[in-house]
């Protein structure tokens, strides 16, 4: 008979391997924690700036009113040029803005995205007309080719047609310094 040996007794799995899948848990709840508290920056900013805006000939997005060209951008004298449209809410919390602006002698162009001449002409009866020129992006070809992220944006142009500051999103009241100063700094 041969002699039996007793089983071997099992490995113990080192302390730390016990409290691994804890630490695990705990740095991933740090790391969602985080990312809730200081989420990333999400916005697209235009490769443009600084750059000749591209040509475009947007047709009038209303009847009394002429349509936007590339080349009206470049005629001396800054301005802003609003994306926007009808059915964009924050384009109604920027409205008063653009108002001030407009009321200040800022000249302000529109290029009205995917919208009718009907929801555009309530639009600005509802929220105020600030804009000298509106011209109609149907298609939303020149808003793409303008880096545009979404309505609304605005851009300043200097007076030879260079874009030299591209806002995302709504103007809000605290934006309007700023803005005045993206102005004054394309004038010279």
């Not at 991933?28 to 924690?33: A, G, I, L, T």
């Not at 600084?50 to 301005?79: I, Q, T, V």
Request: charged share 20%.
């Amino acid at each position: 008979m041969s002699e039996r040996r007793p089983a071997p007794k099992p490995a113990r799995a080192p302390v730390w391997a016990i409290w691994l899948p804890l630490a695990l848990f705990l740095a991933f709840v740090v790391v969602v924690v985080i990312g809730l508290y200081r989420p990333a920056d999400r916005t697209v900013a235009s490769t443009l700036i600084g750059k000749p805006m591209p040509a475009f000939a947007l047709p009038a997005a209303l009847p009394e009113r002429p349509g936007l060209k590339s080349a009206d951008l470049a005629a001396g004298k800054p301005h802003l040029v609003n994306i926007f449209a009808s059915w964009c809410i924050p384009c109604r919390v920027e409205a008063p803005q653009l108002g001030a602006l407009a009321k200040a002698g800022i000249p302000i162009v529109g290029i009205s995205v995917r919208d009718s001449e009907e929801a555009l002409t309530g639009f600005l009866k509802e929220n105020g007309d600030p804009y000298r020129r509106i011209g109609a992006d149907d298609d939303g070809k020149v808003q793409l080719a303008l880096g545009s992220s979404g309505v609304p944006e605005t851009y300043v142009i200097d007076g030879r047609g260079v874009i030299r500051y591209q806002h995302i999103g709504e103007i809000r009241p605290e934006d309007v310094a700023m803005i005045l100063q993206k102005l004054q700094e394309a004038s010279r």
